[in-house]
């Protein structure tokens, strides 16, 4: 079968976070390429990059590589303060908000054991924490095992769980974890924006091509016309032992 692609004009491709760790952090400016390219995308450079917030924050940001820009020291995020990204390249301009959320404590980490039909054993992270009640709360989390970090977009809404004790197993879909592995997690506590655009990312990679609709780009928090994210949120890292 001989499918007709269509070439698209490229589109700005804009990827950002400021965290309640102290910075320096950074903006990622690229344009995407035709299916049929190869996976390098241009970095996009001399643009105006600028982060501000609600408390008379303004950072002007240095391009520190290409496409790579770079907040100034002396500053890091705090939960409750909204930030705005703004970003002018070509002649257009681009902007997004994030509401840095309050932090929750993540208490511990334990692991389990799922073979999920399979012969093999996964083993899980399981995350344990104490969510807010009466707060809509969103949280991602990112795992590196042994120095590698996991490619695998783990988002998750406090909607059925409001107020309660959580102890949500990661899923994993292959074996990636060993007892006596290093593993560092890192939980974020996001707002709603960025959970919906995480939770479409995660629908589309993880979507069976012969019987989902056609996929689509995750709704962005930017507005102009550009794809990716920006992101204001908290951040907590543990470094455990895996172990049963």
């Given at each position: 079968?001989?499918?007709?692609?269509?070439?698209?004009?490229?589109?700005?491709?804009?990827?950002?976070?400021?965290?309640?760790?102290?910075?320096?952090?950074?903006?990622?400016?690229?344009?995407?390429?035709?299916?049929?390219?190869?996976?390098?995308?241009?970095?996009?450079?001399?643009?105006?990059?600028?982060?501000?917030?609600?408390?008379?924050?303004?950072?002007?940001?240095?391009?520190?590589?290409?496409g790579t820009y770079t907040t100034h020291a002396g500053w890091q995020g705090y939960?409750?303060?909204?930030?705005?990204?703004?970003?002018?390249?070509?002649?257009?301009?681009?902007?997004?908000?994030?509401?840095?959320?309050?932090?929750v404590p993540l208490d511990s980490i334990g692991f389990q054991q799922d073979s999920?039909?399979?012969?093999?054993?996964?083993?899980?992270?399981?995350?344990?924490?104490?969510?807010?009640?009466?707060?809509?709360?969103?949280?991602?989390?990112?795992?590196?095992?042994?120095?590698?970090?996991?490619?695998?977009?783990?988002?998750?809404?406090?909607?059925?769980?409001?107020?309660?004790?959580?102890?949500?197993?990661?899923?994993?879909?292959?074996?990636?974890?060993?007892?006596?592995?290093?593993?560092?997690l890192n939980m974020y506590s996001i707002d709603q924006n960025v959970f919906q655009?995480?939770?479409?990312?995660?629908?589309?990679?993880?979507?069976?091509?012969?019987?989902?609709?056609?996929?689509?780009?995750?709704?962005?928090?930017?507005?102009?016309?550009?794809?990716?994210?920006?992101?204001?949120?908290?951040?907590?890292?543990?470094?455990?032992?895996?172990?049963?």
């Open positions: 079968i001989n499918v007709n692609l269509n070439n698209a004009s490229p589109q700005i491709v804009i990827k950002g976070e400021v965290t309640n760790d102290q910075g320096p952090y950074t903006v990622t400016i690229n344009t995407t390429v035709n299916f049929s390219a190869e996976n390098n995308f241009p970095p996009v450079s001399n643009a105006l990059v600028i982060i501000s917030n609600n408390a008379g924050l303004i950072d002007s940001l240095t391009e520190t590589s290409p939960p409750g303060n909204i930030y705005t990204l703004n970003v002018i390249s070509s002649g257009k301009t681009f902007t997004a908000f994030s509401t840095m959320p309050q932090p999920r039909g399979r012969n093999d054993n996964v083993i899980e992270a399981v995350p344990y924490y104490q969510d807010p009640q009466g707060i809509a709360n969103y949280y991602q989390f990112t795992e590196t095992v042994n120095d590698t970090a996991l490619n695998k977009v783990i988002v998750f809404s406090d909607r059925l769980s409001d107020g309660k004790y959580i102890s949500q197993p990661l899923f994993d879909d292959s074996s990636h974890m060993k007892v006596g592995d290093t593993l560092s655009y995480f939770s479409e990312l995660r629908q589309l990679l993880n979507a069976n091509p012969f019987n989902e609709a056609t996929p689509a780009n995750p709704d962005t928090n930017i507005t102009g016309g550009a794809l990716g994210y920006f992101s204001a949120h908290t951040i907590q890292t543990k470094q455990v032992i895996v172990h049963l």
